[in-house]
């Protein structure tokens, strides 16, 4: 399309949009609504309240819904640590998880159960 044609088609959009906005300025419902706007919102501001308190009050169980909409803020808890003591070496291993490398061979070469009774308490 050449740039004349992409103007003229531009220009018959805005024309038809500003006979639209000029066919809404003359509703007599688009006027009753902007005055309730209006006064609503200086009522709100007069009071120290917001749009989200009103839909609070009027139905409380928006307030359910954005709360189940929002993530979890919770945390897991911190692991405990652990500390193994081999009785035939006398090697102290302290961890916070099972992903040990030194661990991982005791449990390897001692057997996983057997390693579990080295863990001080």
């Known amino acids: 399309m050449s740039k004349l044609a992409e103007f003229r088609q531009l220009e018959k959009h805005l024309a038809e949009q500003l006979q639209a906005l000029e066919a809404l300025k003359g509703d007599d419902g688009l006027k009753k609504e902007i005055e309730f706007e209006t006064k609503l919102r200086k009522l709100l501001e007069h009071y120290g309240f917001s749009l ?8 409380p169980q928006t307030t359910t819904r954005r709360q189940a909409a929002a993530p979890s803020t919770s945390t897991r808890k911190p692991r405990e640590l652990k500390i193994y003591k081999n009785p035939s070496t006398g090697e102290v291993i302290e961890t916070k998880g099972g992903n040990h490398k030194a661990l991982k061979e005791w449990k390897a ?8 009774g080295w863990l001080k308490k």
């Open 109 to 116: 070469k001692h057997g996983s159960d057997v390693v579990e």
């Open 52 to 59: 989200k308190h009103i839909t609070d009050l009027l139905d």
